[in-house]
Structures are given as C-alpha cells and as structure tokens.
C-alpha cells in the first residue's frame, strides 16, 4: 500500500517562505500526476499544485506565482516551496497523487500569524 508522509509545517509569519516535502512510498512514483492539497478549517478539501510526470507545472489563481512544485523522481518525493504567505494559506497541507488515492496521509499543518 502506499504511504505518503508530509513535513515542513508550522507556524509562520506572513509573507514567510516555508518548504513543504513529501515522501511517497511506491515504486511508481515517477509515473503519477502528483499534487498538494490543502484543507482550511471547514472547509472543502482544494488541489493548490499539480506537477505533471515531465515536470509541467499547474496552479490555480489563488496561489499562482507564489508557491511552486517539483519533484525529485530518484527520491520519490514532492516539494511545495511556498512564499508570500498569507494568513488565508492557513491549512492542512497533503500531496497526493492527482487524481487522489483512496489513501491520505496525516498532512502537514501550516498555521499563518503574527
């Protein structure tokens, strides 16, 4: 079964530039449309980044030009540089494959405040 394990949380000021990892345990990593997601208390879960098997990159508006994905397919592991923070990021963040997996893991929590 896959495993995917998240850091790189905490609390940080706005306008902070924290780095999220992701490790995923599957020998197929590199073949999967892999994405962070975010879920802001009560609210739905939303897909923040996509990051295609070839590296193409997608965002919506809401975080265009402020956060960036990548991957490293040796290490079957995603990142999420994050920057700009607002207090509006505030959420759990997860990576999942895109479309998701029925598994999740436990996300990584990322509290903007001064």
């Known amino acids: 079964q896959v495993q995917l394990v998240e850091s790189g949380g905490g609390l940080v000021q706005p306008g902070g530039s924290p780095r999220l990892s992701c490790a995923v345990s599957t020998s197929i990593f590199s073949i999967y449309v892999m994405g962070w997601y975010r879920q802001a208390p009560g609210k739905q879960r939303e897909l923040v980044a996509v990051i295609t098997r070839g590296g193409n990159t997608n965002y919506p508006d809401s975080v265009k030009g402020r956060f960036t994905i990548s991957r490293d397919n040796a290490k079957n592991t995603v990142y999420l540089q994050m920057n700009s923070l607002k207090p509006e990021d505030t959420a759990v963040y997860y990576c999942?494959?895109?479309?998701?997996?029925?598994?999740w893991g436990q996300g990584t929590l990322v509290t903007v405040s001064s």
């Open positions: 999942n494959r895109v479309p998701g997996l029925e598994v």
